[in-house]
């Protein structure tokens, strides 16, 4: 077994923080000198976006580096659509993208089938707890009806919601817990089979209800993104223990890799990668099914 030569690696979560996303973040705050996609970046010590293409250009070289094939960028404010749209259209064979959605706006099914009907546009986004709208919704049904449609994936966030940069920057975070229910996310699956259906974070906290949805759910599947730093809230829990029993109840086929990186000069976040191959490695998953988690369920879900 030689878990350290798996390829090619994909990650299933990046966030392509654009101009449009610091303008919408600049609009909250009373002191924005100038282009807010220059006062805010500078203020956080990155760098600032510049146009769409040239953070798509910054992002292909950078996935280049690091030789990941493939990558969903998620636009990470709502109505930024066009931003990651530009990205993948210049680098269709790199990204895949995913966008933030808000069903509580107007004219859902309208903004929907907008998005849908780009082929850049591939995974709707959707943060019940942010955006106040539970998964029983019919707002939320629209998106799913939607997805099924045009043949499109959707992610919901569970679990504990921390936005780094909202904190960095001294915007309330109001959210609502309570809606980022697995379960819920389990009752909505099931209505709509051929949609695939992400969680993240394994769940964010509510680990057990994510491997309960995903049990009950087949079209369910969990990205494995970020430090999981929500795994200090489980006593006696490590990042093995969360793939040993991840894999228990899903399998490989249904563990989809991401880091959960999202601006520069960071970029890339390589040690989340090698943290959780050292996890695998650990327990003796071999380079097939490390294979499927790292690359092959990506592109089974989101064919080029």
């Known amino acids: 077994m030689t878990g350290r030569s798996v390829a090619p690696t994909n990650d299933a979560h990046c966030h392509f923080f654009s101009s449009g996303f610091f303008r919408t973040l600049g609009k909250k705050l009373p002191d924005v000198k100038g282009d807010a996609a220059d006062d805010l970046p500078a203020r956080l010590g990155w760098t600032a976006p510049g146009s769409d293409t040239s953070l798509a250009d910054a992002w292909n070289t950078e996935l280049g580096k690091h030789h990941v094939n493939r990558s969903v960028l998620i636009a990470s404010v709502s109505n930024d659509e066009s931003a990651v749209a530009a990205a993948v259209a210049k680098y269709p064979k790199r990204f895949v993208g995913g966008f933030m959605f808000n069903p ?86 099931a209505h709509y089979p051929e949609v695939p259906v992400v969680i993240p974070h394994f769940g964010a906290g509510l680990f057990r209800e994510a491997l309960m949805a995903a049990s009950a759910a087949p079209n369910i599947v969990l990205d494995t ?33 991401g880091t959960d990186s999202s601006f520069f000069p960071r970029g890339w976040q390589k040690g989340i990668f090698t943290d959780q191959q050292q996890a695998l490695d650990d327990l003796g998953v071999g380079d097939e099914d490390q294979a499927k988690i790292f690359g092959g369920n990506f592109d089974n879900i989101f064919k080029s």
């Open 104 to 189: 509580a706006e107007p004219d859902t099914d309208t903004r929907i089938e907008h998005a849908f009907a780009n082929p850049h546009l591939r995974m709707a986004c959707l943060f019940p707890a942010m955006h106040g709208v539970s998964l029983d919704d019919p707002s939320t049904d629209t998106v799913f009806a939607a997805a099924q449609q045009h043949a499109r994936a959707v992610f919901v966030h569970c679990g504990l919601l921390s936005i780094g940069v909202r904190k960095k920057l001294g915007l309330p975070s109001p959210f609502d817990l309570r809606l980022g229910d697995p379960l819920a996310v389990a009752a909505m699956a």
């Open 225 to 257: 993104s970020s430090s999981n730093g929500w795994i200090k809230m489980h006593a006696n829990l490590s990042l093995k223990d969360v793939f040993a029993r991840a894999l228990d109840v899903v399998g490989p086929g249904r563990l989809l890799f």
